[in-house]
């Protein structure tokens, strides 16, 4: 036992004597490393374990490659973008332009972000889902995903499980494993509209699963969870005793009889195990300004804001003034974009489901079509017989130039994600190409 400099407490730690030294260790006078050592024979490797098991996200790859292609002059049509296609509404850009005009906004925030725009938060969050929570209980991140990270970072140890809904959102299993936590896919398909029950739940549940990931509606199937399932799959899990990792980004995005549910309203009983996440990019079309929130239990978000004060500080201090404006303003932008979305979604629903070996549950919320293509794979294809949905993305880029992503980054293979977030004539464009390609492999 010794006293530990780092933790200001006896316990057990290695204290390491410096390396004499002049004066103190800066940029300029680091110690040098010994010339004689061989830094080939180490054993360490050079990245550690942990990040070299995350691999890239194949949303923002397909993406990426599709805009590429696109730069180089080809006539690419993109379903894989995960970001409304509108601009950010004026009244929005017009107070960033205020705020970058204000040296208050030009300086730190504090960690857990500007107390008005948590109270602002707080508020919107009892107006839109009737979930009630104070501006202690609402951590301001770094875009919705930034909450994710935080949430599983604050909420797991090693060796703990996270139920997790298959098909899902591409970061969560990556999150989860970062934070030392071991997602468990409870897969779903289209036959139930990708819902999971209480019992498919039930059967995936050890005395070691600790949270429930749970995403209505979700990208990438755009299903969206009934009143009842969302009451009942939270009264299940605070009988468990399980937290719930809600994420609620796309809540404006619902569509014909469908309706957003909030977890902690329809089942209080576990709002005091619930982190819901939320943030302004799918709403407000802000996916650039990267300003998320968490809001749960006070312990958990004093927990969260510590770490995120060690990590990055507080969020753009002037993406924190455009995030206020928007979650104090209406909903009309949205609705607007809601509309385009439900016009588009209906669209692709049709199209798809008139190609043969497509089948197209049709999506009541987020803006995906998440098309099951099992019966195209295997048949020969512009002379080649794609085995995968990653392999069958690759010859749909090259042979039709259409971008989509594969379902082996939502953890169901079989499946394809396309987004709706394009233009109406591109839209159709990019089907009709799809189709054509596909309709190939009827002939042999
Ligand atoms: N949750 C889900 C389900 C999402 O689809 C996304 C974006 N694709 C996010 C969170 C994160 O959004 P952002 O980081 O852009 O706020």
């Known amino acids: 036992m010794s006293y530990c400099p780092l933790r200001r407490q006896t316990l057990k730690c290695t204290v390491r004597t410096p390396p004499p030294s002049n004066g103190a260790i800066s940029a300029g006078n680091v110690p040098r490393r010994d010339a004689n050592i061989d830094v080939m024979s180490t054993s360490h490797p050079r990245i550690s374990a942990r990040v070299s098991a995350i691999t890239e996200s194949a949303t923002l790859a397909v993406d990426a490659k599709a805009k590429a292609l696109k730069e180089a002059g080809r006539p690419v049509i993109g379903f894989g973008a995960g970001e409304p296609d509108f601009p950010t509404p004026d009244y929005i850009v017009q107070a960033a332009q205020r ?55 604050t909420l797991l140890d090693p060796g703990d499980e996270v139920l997790l809904p298959a098909p899902y959102w591409t970061t969560y299993p990556e999150v989860i494993q970062l934070a030392g936590g ?132 507080n969020v753009c201090n002037v993406a924190q003034a455009a995030a206020l404006a928007a979650v104090e303003g209406d909903l009309s932008a949205a609705a607007r974009m809601r509309e385009a979305f439900d016009r588009r979604r209906l669209t692709m629903t049709r199209m798809l489901n008139d190609i043969p070996g497509v089948i197209c549950p049709e999506p009541q919320g987020a803006f995906y079509c998440y098309p099951s293509v099992k019966g195209v794979l295997g048949r020969e294809i512009a002379g080649r017989r794609p085995g995968s949905t990653a392999e069958l993305a690759g010859l749909i880029l090259d042979e039709a130039e259409v971008a989509v992503v594969p379902g082996e980054a939502f953890g169901t293979p079989g499946y394809f994600r396309l987004s709706c977030a394009l233009g109406d004539a591109d839209l159709e464009e990019g089907i009709t190409r799809l189709g054509k390609l596909l309709g190939q492999g009827q002939l042999h």
């Open 99 to 153: 705020a970058c005009a204000e040296p208050r906004f030009h300086k730190y925030t504090p960690a857990a972000g500007l107390p008005g725009l948590r109270a602002a938060i707080a508020a919107k969050t009892a107006r839109d889902s009737g979930y009630q929570v104070s501006p202690d209980q609402v951590l301001v991140t770094n875009g919705g995903k930034h909450a994710v990270y935080q949430a599983f970072a």
């Open 182 to 313: 071991t997602p468990v896919p409870v897969v779903t398909d289209e036959r139930s509209g990708y819902l999971a029950s209480v019992a498919d739940l039930e059967a995936a549940r050890t005395e070691r699963t600790k949270v429930l990931v749970f995403v209505s509606p979700s990208n990438p199937t755009g299903a969206v969870y009934p009143p009842g399932l969302v009451a009942e799959i939270g009264r299940w899990a605070a009988g468990h005793g399980l937290w719930v990792v809600t994420d609620e980004i796309y809540e404006h995005l619902v569509y014909g009889d469908a309706r957003f549910t909030s977890m902690p309203v329809a089942a209080p009983e576990v709002a005091e195990r619930c982190v819901v996440l939320n943030g302004v990019a799918k709403t407000y079309a802000m996916t650039g300004w990267r300003v998320g929130w968490m809001a749960g239990p006070a312990d958990v978000i004093k927990a969260a804001a510590n770490l995120q004060s060690h990590a990055t500080s």
